[in-house]
């Protein structure tokens, strides 16, 4: 792996919503008072993992807490360091995807993939192991840090081409359908703008609504669709067709003012 292939320009994730969802605001930066993330790096390849290490370095929020180079030193960090933001590879030989399911009963890891495969089978198993962050290194290391950030938020951040991967497949659409159906106006919105990577503040800021009743709203949406968190929402919304394709031509940047 060489360091052009991870720290190249990242796409920008752009998504299109349509007239009935109000646009979201842009992001700012981390608030300069927030507290730090320790953020754990667990890659085999030592080239790709100092460029990783680089790129976090940079962002004055985060705390590079320790590293690793495959399943023997993960399975240390897990006992050593159970409440982090881990960006792992676990598609490499010194570790197996399995490590994922094993981190997800060790700790409590808020998990960032971060990796050069993009099959629909290994982005289904990472999310379905409890992973909230899929990003490819093809599209570089500048755009880790904050989704990193994003993670440790309690966000979930896809790649426009792991998002993709998790768009509708045939089997059990009228299962969804039908658990879609119990949803009110305002949780599909809030689900939407979930899919869409937006933060609960931003969801708040839009629809001009607290906080807490967006985490309200968001708690019915997962008992309704019977799914046990956020990540799994977000898959839900994909494959019950909710997103589209089209989806990903949109950016907040073009309904600034």
Same mark, same amino acid.
């Given at each position: 792996?060489?360091? @052009?292939?991870?720290?190249?320009?990242?796409?920008?994730?752009?998504?299109?919503?349509?007239?009935? +969802?109000?646009?979201?605001?842009?992001?700012?930066?981390?608030?300069?008072?927030?507290?730090?993330?320790?953020?754990?790096?667990?890659?085999?390849?030592? +080239?790709?993992?100092?460029?990783?290490?680089?790129?976090?370095?940079?962002?004055?929020?985060?705390?590079?807490?320790?590293?690793?180079?495959?399943?023997?030193?993960?399975?240390?960090?897990?006992?050593?360091?159970?409440?982090?933001?881990? !960006?792992?590879?676990?598609?490499?030989?010194?570790?197996?995807?399995?490590?994922?399911?094993?981190?997800?009963?060790?700790?409590?890891?808020?998990?960032?993939?971060?990796?050069?495969?993009?099959?629909?089978? /290994? !982005?289904?198993?990472?999310?379905?192991?409890?992973?909230?962050? /899929?990003?490819? @290194?093809?599209?570089?290391?500048?755009?880790?840090?904050?989704?990193?950030?994003?993670?440790?938020?309690?966000?979930?951040?896809?790649?426009?081409?792991?998002?993709?991967?998790?768009?509708?497949?045939?089997?059990?659409?009228?299962?969804?359908?039908?658990?879609?159906?119990? +949803?009110?106006?305002?949780?599909?919105?809030?689900?939407?703008?979930?899919?869409?990577?937006?933060?609960?503040?931003?969801?708040?800021?839009?629809?001009?609504?607290?906080?807490?009743?967006? @985490?309200?709203?968001?708690?019915?949406?997962?008992? @309704?669709?019977?799914?046990?968190?956020?990540?799994?929402?977000?898959?839900?919304?994909?494959?019950?067709?909710?997103?589209?394709?089209?989806?990903?031509?949109?950016?907040?940047?073009?309904?600034?003012?």
């Amino acid at each position: 792996m060489s360091p @052009k292939a991870i720290n190249g320009e990242a796409d920008r994730h752009t998504h299109h919503v349509d007239s009935a +969802l109000p646009p979201l605001p842009s992001p700012g930066p981390p608030h300069p008072a927030a507290a730090r993330v320790d953020v754990l790096v667990i890659e085999a390849d030592p +080239l790709a993992r100092g460029v990783i290490k680089d790129s976090l370095r940079r962002e004055p929020c985060l705390n590079l807490l320790a590293e690793a180079d495959g399943r023997d030193g993960a399975r240390k960090l897990m006992r050593s360091c159970p409440h982090c933001v881990v !960006v792992i590879d676990p598609y490499q030989p010194k570790m197996g995807s399995s490590v994922l399911h094993e981190i997800a009963e060790t700790c409590q890891w808020q998990v960032l993939v971060f990796t050069a495969t993009r099959s629909r089978s /290994y !982005v289904s198993q990472a999310v379905a192991a409890g992973a909230m962050g /899929y990003l490819l @290194k093809e599209n570089g290391a500048c755009a880790l840090s904050a989704a990193v950030v994003s993670v440790a938020s309690g966000n979930v951040v896809l790649a426009d081409s792991a998002a993709r991967a998790l768009l509708p497949m045939p089997a059990g659409g009228s299962t969804r359908g039908r658990l879609l159906r119990n +949803l009110t106006e305002q949780e599909l919105r809030i689900l939407r703008f979930l899919s869409l990577g937006a933060s609960t503040s931003e969801i708040a800021a839009v629809l001009r609504i607290s906080d807490s009743t967006v @985490k309200s709203h968001v708690s019915h949406m997962l008992s @309704k669709l019977e799914v046990r968190d956020r990540t799994q929402a977000v898959v839900f919304a994909y494959q019950s067709g909710l997103i589209s394709v089209a989806d990903f031509d949109w950016t907040p940047a073009a309904h600034r003012d």
